[in-house]
């Protein structure tokens, strides 16, 4: 017998606060993995309960925004998916140099802990020699607080940054000063960094457009409709010939209008 039954209707009416506040699609065989994921907060209060677990999220916004944080996958690594950043090196950011641009800004939308704007920042300082002259940024956002508190610390264990090539893990990490085995990123890689809480589904505050947007690994979790309406959104925010970059289970088919694919999960706008 388990722990704690979710029953369907309850399933059913997470599945609808989750959709409402940020299009995350739960329906589709998912009710194991959502069972298993708010058992764990279940535990952690003292409830006995799913029944009075949806009544502490209906009237706690806080508990809402730590349910939505149990269900979402945030599995990330430093420089992962290397042919994005090989696309950095190699193309994108000699463009910039040959080009002359001179305001930069870059969106990791959907960050996580922060492994993939840290690698953004690093490849970004290796590539572009003069960046302490730019107006350079790569905007970290995520709906998960508890995942923007560790971005934000940018302190990480030695497990997790194993895919940071030798040479550049020292000389942009340095020990913690939490101590054991913990890594902190730099300041001269933190200070291009700005995190900020965001839902996607809500509206956008930045002002300024993207040359790039990463939005890697996070589409799939959306059905058709949120993934049609989230692709327009970017395209009207990245600048003329900015790059829209997504994971390597994702794509723009039947849905890229104003995007061409420059190579499979890389897309310019048009």
Request: proline share 4%; net charge positive; with cysteine.
């Amino acid at each position: 017998m388990l722990e704690f039954e979710l029953k369907e209707r309850e399933f059913e009416k997470i599945a609808s606060i989750v959709y409402d506040h940020c299009r995350l699609n739960l329906r589709g065989g998912k009710k194991p993995l959502v069972e298993a994921r708010l058992a764990k907060r279940l535990r952690a209060l003292g409830m006995g309960t799913y029944k009075d677990y949806l009544a502490l999220v209906e009237a706690d916004e806080e508990e809402l925004g730590m349910m939505i944080t149990s269900l979402t996958t945030n599995h990330t690594k430093f420089f992962r998916e290397p042919e994005h950043f090989e696309f950095l090196q190699k193309s994108f950011f000699p463009e910039v140099l040959e080009i002359g641009i001179r305001t930069l800004r870059i969106w990791s939308a959907g960050c996580s802990s922060g492994e993939e704007p840290y690698s953004i920042a690093i490849e970004m300082r290796e590539s572009l020699p003069d960046i302490g002259r730019m107006d350079a940024l790569v905007l970290a956002t995520d709906i998960s607080r508890k995942a923007l508190r560790q971005a934000s610390e940018g302190v990480y264990t030695v497990e997790s940054v194993k895919n940071v090539p030798a040479a550049l893990r020292n000389k942009y990490f340095s020990k913690s000063s939490a101590g054991g085995e913990l890594l902190e990123v730099k300041p001269v890689i933190k200070n291009l960094v700005r995190c900020r809480h965001l839902n996607l589904m809500d509206p956008w505050p930045m002002k300024k457009g993207f040359n790039i947007v990463f939005c890697r690994n996070v589409m799939i979790y959306f059905d058709k409709v949120t993934q049609q309406g989230l692709v327009g959104r970017f395209q009207r925010v990245i600048r003329p010939g900015g790059v829209l970059i997504v994971g390597h289970c994702e794509s723009l088919a039947g849905m890229g209008q104003g995007f061409r694919c420059v190579s499979p999960t890389i897309y310019q706008k048009i």
